[in-house]
C-alpha cells in the first residue's frame, strides 16, 4: 500500500530548509540501504555534513533499524562526537571514529556511506581485492584505495592511517571490514555505493562459477571517468538517479520524510 508523503512540520521548522533538505536526502539513504538489504542490523552508518561553518554532520540514532529512520531523528553531532541538538538516542562510536576522520580531512565530501555486505566483506577478505571483471568495475577501479584492518574503529590514532591510505579517492576498500564510498552529496556517494556492491557482487558470482576470467583491459580502466562523463549525458546522480530513487520510496513509505 502507497503512504501518503507526510508534511514538513515542526521538525522541519527547527533548521534551516539547506539542512532538512540534507536530512531528508541522508533518512531516504538509509531507507535504501534497507531496501537493497546493505544493511547489517544496526551495524553501519552513513554520515552527511550539514551546510555552515559548523563543521557539523548527521548521523544515524544508533539503534534504530535503517528502515526507520526519518529525518528527523538523525542526530547532529560536532567534529569530536559531541550532540549539537538534543538526542535520546546514542551514536555508534567506530561509526564517529571513520566519519569524523574522512569529514575532517575531506571537505569536499558531504557524505560518507559505510557498508558491511557480504558481497563487499568477502571481496574485501581478497588478497587482489577488486579485479577488473566487470563494466562496473572500471569505475571503481580508476578511483579505489584501501585500508588494512585494524580491528573495530574505535581509536583516534587509526584515523591518520585511514585519512592517508583514502587519500583523494572517493572509494575505499576497508580490508576484512567493507566497502566505503565518499560523494559531494548524499546521492553522489549512494551511487557510487550501488557499483562498488554491484562489483563485488559480480566478481564473487564470477569467481564461483569456476571456469577461466577474462580481465578487463588497462587501456579501457584509464579512460572509466571518461566514459561515465558520457552515458551520465553530463548529469549529476542528483539529477539523473535520485529523483526516481525518492519516488521508489515515496510508492513504497514516505515516512522518510518526517
Known amino acids: 500500500m502507497i503512504k501518503s508523503r507526510p508534511q514538513q512540520g515542526e521538525a522541519a521548522s527547527r533548521c534551516s530548509p539547506e539542512e532538512w533538505a540534507i536530512r531528508v536526502d ?3 539513504a538509509y531507507r535504501l540501504v534497507a531496501h537493497f ?22 548521523i544515524n540514532p544508533y539503534g534504530m533499524l535503517f528502515d526507520e529512520i526519518t529525518a528527523s531523528s538523525l542526530v547532529k553531532i560536532d567534529i569530536q562526537g559531541n550532540k549539537v541538538v538534543d538526542s535520546p538516542w546514542a551514536i555508534n562510536p567506530a561509526g564517529f571514529t571513520i566519519h569524523s576522520a574522512i569529514h575532517a580531512a575531506r571537505h569536499d565530501v558531504q557524505c560518507v556511506l559505510h557498508t558491511h555486505t557480504l558481497n563487499g566483506v568477502a571481496v574485501s577478505a581478497q588478497k587482489n581485492g577488486v579485479l577488473p571483471l566487470s563494466q562496473q568495475s572500471i569505475f571503481v577501479l580508476h578511483n579505489l584505495a584501501y ?17 592517508a591510505d583514502l587519500g583523494k579517492k ?8 567493507g566497502l566505503l564510498t565518499c560523494g559531494r552529496s548524499v546521492a553522489e556517494a549512494f551511487q557510487l555505493m550501488y557499483t562498488f ?62
Not at 150 to 161: F, Q, T, Y
Not at 202 to 222: H, N, S, T, Y
Not at 233 to 253: H, N, S, Y
Open 26 to 28: 541522508l533518512a531516504a
Open 37 to 58: 538489504r546493505w544493511d547489517d542490523l544496526v551495524f553501519t552508518h552513513i554520515t552527511a555534513r550539514v551546510p555552515g561553518p559548523e563543521h557539523h554532520f548527521l
Open 147 to 163: 585500508h588494512d584492518y585494524e580491528g573495530v574503529a574505535l581509536r583516534d590514532d587509526e584515523k591518520p592511517r585511514l585519512v
Open 170 to 177: 572517493n572509494y575505499l576498500m576497508l580490508r576484512n571490514h
Open 197 to 258: 556492491e554491484a562489483t563485488c557482487a559480480i566478481q564473487v558470482r564470477a569467481q564461483a562459477g569456476g571456469g577461466e576470467l577474462i580481465p578487463v583491459q588497462q587501456a579501457i580502466i584509464d579512460t572509466a571517468m571518461e566514459q561515465a562523463r558520457g552515458v551520465s549525458l553530463g548529469l549529476t546522480p542528483d539529477q539523473l538517479i535520485w529523483p526516481g530513487l525518492l519516488r521508489r520510496l515515496d510508492r513504497i513509505d514516505a515516512s522518510y520524510r518526517e
